[in-house]
């Protein structure tokens, strides 16, 4: 990931004092947020950042509950919620304004501070989106149960291969190094429990709960920033 280095910033955010990991790297140019999805972290985009650090400073985080973030217990990482995180934490790092990339829930919720607050926005780049539709994958419905859903979710690295697998056209890029990194960063105290929280507040094993989705997904037409959508063939 470039010479970026990790770094911690205390960020206040609805009512709590989150230590926050990020990198930041680039010196010249325009302004990049990158956020991860589900289970992500910043690592996520290290064939991205040294690339797009060339021309713009690009910073990256592990959102609140995820990799080496604080995960505060007694909240329910809905979309709205890690949508102000993002916010606050720009604030802190004295950012204004930026383009934020998002991929999947990460997306979701630049679309969320987008319409809630545009002005901190320059552009959205959203690369497998959550937000765009109302869908939810069956794997979600399935975690989204109560006893099945922690046992599934219980670290092991044939099933963090498989995922990586699925997710990359080019399965020759899940790498043994790649695997055992996943497995470490889910390994991480709190994080299943951050993931397990974050679908059950928004999914049931129906699908999207009321209210979740739709506020995003039925006010797209009042996105006025230039807005990128990246989906693969591949792309499920």
Do not use: C
């Amino acid at each position: 990931m470039d010479s970026a280095q990790d770094q911690y910033i205390a960020v206040k955010s609805q009512g709590e004092t989150i230590n926050t990991r990020f990198r930041q790297a680039g010196s010249t140019g325009s302004n990049i947020v990158m956020v991860h999805g589900l289970g992500g972290y910043l690592e996520n985009w290290e064939q991205n950042i040294p690339l797009l650090a060339r021309e713009h400073r690009v910073y990256a985080l592990d959102l609140v509950g995820f990799g080496y973030t604080d995960k505060p217990t007694a909240t329910n990482y809905a979309i709205p919620y890690l949508a102000q995180f993002l916010k606050d934490f720009m604030a802190t790092i004295d950012l204004p304004s930026a383009a934020i990339i998002g991929h999947s829930l990460g997306g979701a919720i630049a679309l969320q501070m987008t319409l809630l607050q545009p002005e901190v926005v320059e552009k959205l780049i959203l690369v497998s989106s959550g937000g765009l539709g109302r869908e939810v994958s069956s794997a979600f419905k399935v975690l989204s149960l109560p006893l099945i859903g922690r046992l599934l979710i219980k670290p092991n690295r044939k099933a963090i291969a498989r995922g990586l697998k699925a997710s990359f056209y080019d399965d020759t890029l899940v790498t043994d190094e790649r695997v055992e990194r996943g497995y470490k960063m889910a390994s991480i105290p709190g994080v299943t429990d951050t993931i397990l929280t974050a679908i059950r507040t928004s999914v049931n094993f129906f699908g999207a709960k009321s209210g979740t989705l739709d506020p995003i997904y039925n006010n797209l037409d009042q996105v006025s920033v230039p807005t990128l959508v990246v989906w693969g063939k591949q792309d499920l």
